[in-house]
């Protein structure tokens, strides 16, 4: 049985260093260890050896199993550096072209370019820096204290279906404490429902008066539809000050609409309840497609509501530590999505997110 093992391994040691190719190479290793390998199969006669013999064989098997690998291993390195030296002295067939031809061939541009809704983005914080707002950042995952219950809107309360949310389940032990054991994010965590998350968190931070913008994600529970999509941006304006009033959300209304949709868009308010403003308001534009007249767009109303706004609730005020009778505030804010389909003609709402080229291509 020795001498069987020697010459199978003397026969693949020799064809192993003849292979010149990886597809050969592995074509010898499955004749060896393959499921019905010539040498998987070898040690099938062992039941019938004696012991002594079997202390002899076993050690030679297994050490003849290790040469062979390490052979294949070894030469598979040699033929693909033989096959790679060969490739380098391969003529590439490339014809030569004189500096004058190379002049003559443009260089593509690159075709990436923005989404439509962060250059719209853009547009938006252009327009508000002019009047001396600066950007706010708020979380996109957060509390239903800063969601909810601090602009007003308490647990179980009917206003709760303005928004539907996703709730994220956290337990008691995932909670962020602080070092005296307060709960950082106490109540349920949950995707922001809307910018107005911030209106609390600013007047935490800011002493007024101040003049802040929050750009960014939002997520309801949708079932999604041509006018309804469950992760949108928003915009919002948080404008803290003494004196403030409706005066001066009608006029932000307009130098907005003016400056995104490039010519004399008059506004209007209208009431709308919101929690956490008092008087709430729906800004409506007048249509830009009938100019008032009424049209398919704009439902024969002549108006297209575009925002909503009003003057900050003076609980929400107290609860950001702010006096209300020395402040007033005013919260104006709209869906990117909602405002671009207007002006751009576009009709689902469902495109922004869907990364078909053949819409983002166009903006
Ligand atoms: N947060 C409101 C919404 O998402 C919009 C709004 C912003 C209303 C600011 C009033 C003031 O529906």
Known sequence: METQLDILKKKFLLEIENSQSLKELDGLFLQMFGKSGEITLFPKNFSKLEKSELKII?????????????AVRKRRGEVKLADFKKI????LGLRKISTDSLEKIKTKKRQGHTHIITQFEEEIIRAFSKLGFAQFDAP?????????????????????????????????????KSEEGENLNPGKLL?????????????????PPFRQMILGRCYRYENTDARHEHTFEQFEI?????????????????????????????????????????????????CIF???????VC????????????????????NGGIDPDVYSGIAWGFGLGRMLMVREGIKDVRLFNSGDLRFLNKY
């Open 58 to 70: 076993s050690p030679l098997f297994n050490q003849t199993k290790k040469t062979l690998a390490e």
């Open 88 to 91: 380098l002295q391969e003529p």
């Open 140 to 176: 996109q995952i957060d509390s239903d204290t800063y969601n909810f219950e601090l602009l007003n809107i308490p647990q179980d309360h009917p206003a709760r279906d303005l928004w539907d949310t996703l709730y994220i389940e956290t337990s008691e032990e995932g909670r962020v």
């Open 191 to 207: 995707l922001r429902t809307h910018t107005s998350n911030a209106q609390v968190r600013i007047m935490e931070k800011i002493k």
């Open 238 to 286: 948080v404008y803290v000050d003494k004196g403030l009033s409706m005066a001066n959300l009608l006029y932000l209304s307009e130098y907005f609409f003016q400056a995104i949709f490039g010519y004399d868009v008059k506004a209007r308010l209208k009431p709308k309840y919101y929690p956490f403003v008092e008087p709430g308001a729906g800004v409506d534009g007048l």
């Open 290 to 296: 009938c100019k008032g007249k009424g049209c398919k």
């Open 299 to 318: 439902g024969g109303v002549g108006w297209l509501e575009l925002a909503g706004a009003g003057m900050i609730h003076p609980t929400v005020l107290k």
